[in-house]
């Protein structure tokens, strides 16, 4: 190949990905990206139309390029696996979004803090086999410069106020910053959650102003 040669990177998102993109960059090709989720058909016509000489794809998705291989000018293919990342397009369906995870064993499990609230309040999702697991990332809070979210060690400050248990654990008991004013005096809305918190008919409560 030669640069100015096209490639086909057809890849999720995978740590792969970026070594593939810099390496084609470095090399002087130009990157044809392609959909992870591609019918054969679609695959094929995009191929064909790019003039792609090489590509670089998932071992999953051989099978599909196989279809298509002899109707496109690809001479060169290179495969790699990774992990098993799944994205989850509608996370407001519960169910669906247990059901789409309980086959498997996972290793990691990022989402926001609303998100983590309702599964944990699914009953089949507290069911899960969970001894995989080995990393969870939750976050929800908004934009700021990095010289103040980063302490001089290292250590992103969420602007939540937290105490370590003793099993290692931290619980997340209030806010820093979270505070109304009301007609002069200062409300803080954990404190007025806790109450409504304790009443039969609420699940959860949110106060804000």
Do not use: W
């Not at 593939?20 to 064909?48: C, D, S, W």
């Not at 690809?74 to 790699?80: A, E, S």
């Not at 976050?139 to 969420?158: E, P």
């Not at 209030?174 to 404190?191: A, W």
């Amino acid at each position: 190949m030669s640069p100015g040669d096209r490639i086909v990177i057809q890849l999720p998102n995978l740590n792969q990905y970026p070594i593939a993109a810099y390496a084609a960059f470095r090399a002087g090709f130009v990157i044809v990206n392609t959909n992870p989720l591609y019918t054969p058909r679609e695959m094929q016509h995009q191929f064909k139309d790019s003039g792609a000489k090489a590509i670089i794809l998932l071992t999953d998705l051989l099978p599909k390029f196989n279809e298509v291989k002899e109707h496109t000018d690809i001479q060169l293919v290179i495969t790699t696996s990774g992990n098993l990342n799944i994205l989850i397009p509608n996370p407001r369906d519960m169910d669906a979004f247990v059901q789409a995870i309980k086959p498997l064993k996972f290793t990691g499990f990022a989402g926001i803090n609303t998100l983590f609230v309702g599964l944990c309040m699914h009953p089949e999702f507290k069911v899960l086999d969970f001894s995989a697991l080995k990393i969870t990332i939750s976050g929800g809070t908004a934009l700021t410069s990095t010289a103040k979210a980063i302490t001089l060690d290292g250590f992103f400050k969420t602007g939540d106020v937290g105490i370590c248990l003793e099993d290692g654990t931290i619980k997340i008991v209030d806010r820093l910053k979270d505070m109304i004013i009301v007609s002069g005096f200062n409300v803080y809305p954990n404190e007025i959650e806790d109450v409504l918190s304790q009443h039969d008919a609420i699940l959860e409560a949110a106060v804000i102003g």
